[in-house]
């Protein structure tokens, strides 16, 4: 579509209020502090041709938060990358979101592990029920029903056999942390496939600190996987009204020729 996937998650930040956003980069990455950036000659360019809806778009894009990058220098796991923001977080609990997970609803998603991590005073992880088949892909929870969707997490796994699985509850890429979190990933060697594991350091937060899972509402698309990527396209040009009417497949487009 006309949108990158990162701006879903930007947005998902945005409306649940956070004002501050620090994107862990890397080489090749570049393009993501263009599109987020003010452009200067775009606007001037859709402001010639009188196209106001499209330049709105583009003045929303550069406005919608404070956002600041880090390079991660070297592709040592995402227990690594969220090391390399300690500085720049501070003591104060932040959240964590992966840009390969979209997930849509009203309510967004890492506005209402905030909430819990409100209520419960402790780090909140999002988890979804996910066929065993597919339970290899995830860090997956042992936990017990705290009330309503929220779990106590007893122990964590990284990418689990079907066999060794605690529960079919994987860990999706939302996140809200206490900063305590960072002395854990400190703490930490490289794990399973040589790097640093935030599911790691999870589990000795979780023995200390306590840790909860919230199985929260939306639709997930996992676009590191490449038929989940089709499916987010579709679904969300489904959603827009500039785009859906214009969609509606019809059965010509599955004809052979
Ligand atoms: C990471 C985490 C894993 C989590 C997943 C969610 O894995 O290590 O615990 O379930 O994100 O998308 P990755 O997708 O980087 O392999």
């Given amino acids: 579509m006309d949108k990158p996937a990162i701006q879903y998650v ?15 980069t890397g080489r090749g990455k570049r393009a993501i502090e263009d599109h987020f950036d003010k452009s200067y ?27 600041f990058y880090i390079r991660q220098k070297e592709q040592l796991g995402l227990g690594h990358a969220i090391l390399c923001a300690k500085k720049h977080v501070g003591n104060e609990p932040f959240a964590v979101m992966l ?39 995830y860090g997956v929870i042992k936990g017990k029903r705290f009330r309503d969707d929220l779990y106590k997490v007893e122990d964590l796994v990284e990418k689990p056999t079907p ?6 509850l994987a860990i999706i890429g939302r996140y809200v942390f206490q900063p305590e979190i960072f002395s854990f990933l400190e703490k930490i060697g490289p794990g399973m496939g040589g790097e640093y594991q935030l599911t790691d350091a999870m589990r000795l937060l979780c023995r200390k600190h306590g840790l909860y899972g919230l ?20 679904a969300l040009s ?17 004809k052979k020729r």
């Fill in 10 to 24: 930007v947005e998902e930040a945005v409306a649940s209020g956070m004002t501050d956003i620090i994107m862990i």
């Fill in 41 to 67: 000659e775009l606007e001037h360019k859709l402001r010639e041709s009188g196209n106001s809806e499209a330049l709105a778009e583009v003045q929303k894009i550069a406005s919608m938060a404070d956002i």
């Fill in 99 to 137: 840009g390969d997970d979209i997930v849509v609803n009203d309510r967004p998603c890492i506005g209402q592990l905030v909430e819990a991590f409100e209520q419960v005073k402790a780090s909140v992880v999002g988890v979804e029920q996910v066929p065993k088949s597919r339970i290899q892909r």
């Fill in 163 to 168: 066999e060794e699985a605690p529960s079919d």
């Fill in 215 to 234: 199985k929260f509402k939306g639709r997930r698309f996992d676009i590191g996987s490449k038929a989940d990527w089709v499916r987010a396209t579709i």
């Fill in 238 to 254: 489904m959603e827009r009204k500039d785009l859906a009417d214009e969609l509606r497949l019809s059965p010509d487009l599955f």
